[in-house]
């Protein structure tokens, strides 16, 4: 299995709805190719993980690469691994950190709320901030984020899409 993480940022400002629309196509695709994933945005910056095989994972993300509502694509992991999947309950899902209080219950310290557009350029980082969300969410949904290895990705619903 191939799990990547990057960091995007939006060209021009996308809504919420365009970015559940995303979310959902990219759901919708994720799944015939076996990837699952999640990923957050904050301020217009995105981290986001795909995992599957490495040949679905590779080709999903050139398909993202030429997507032109974002830019400054930069990969903070790339990693082969016989490991379960760590983002495995679905084949693409999000959280919307802007919101402060959401923030505060799914990662803890506010502290870098406000500079996550900076801080979220450090790997380890973000990638803590992902692993956090992805946890907070598979709580507050009530689903084992050990999804089982075998399974596909669920694709979210409107309200799973978390935003505060
Ligand atoms: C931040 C971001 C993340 C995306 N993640 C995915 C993804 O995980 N899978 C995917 O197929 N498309 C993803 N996309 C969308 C693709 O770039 C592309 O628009 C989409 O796959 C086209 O799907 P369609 O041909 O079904 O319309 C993402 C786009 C953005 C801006």
Known sequence: ????IFRSEVTSLL??????????????????????????????????????????????????ESDRRHHNIATLLHHRTSHRRAFGVWSM??????????WQRAIGSV???DR???YS?????????LARAYRHACAVLRV????PTASRGKIPRLKQMLRD
Do not use: W
């Not at 299995?1 to 990547?4: K, P, S, Y």
């Not at 899902?93 to 959401?102: E, G, K």
């Not at 084992?144 to 999804?147: L, N, R």
């Open 1 to 4: 299995m191939l799990r990547i």
């Open 15 to 64: 809504s919420y709805t365009d970015i559940q629309k995303i979310c959902l196509a990219s759901a919708r695709n994720n799944r015939k190719f076996n990837v699952t994933g999640y990923m957050v945005e904050c301020g217009g910056v995105f981290v986001e993980c795909l995992e599957g095989p490495p040949e679905n994972v590779k080709s999903t993300m050139k398909v993202i």
């Open 93 to 102: 899902n999000v959280m919307f950190l802007d919101d402060q209080l959401l």
């Open 111 to 113: 502290h870098a709320y």
């Open 116 to 118: 996550f557009l900076e």
């Open 121 to 129: 350029r450090d790997p380890a980082f973000s990638i803590g901030v």
């Open 144 to 147: 084992d984020p050990a999804a």
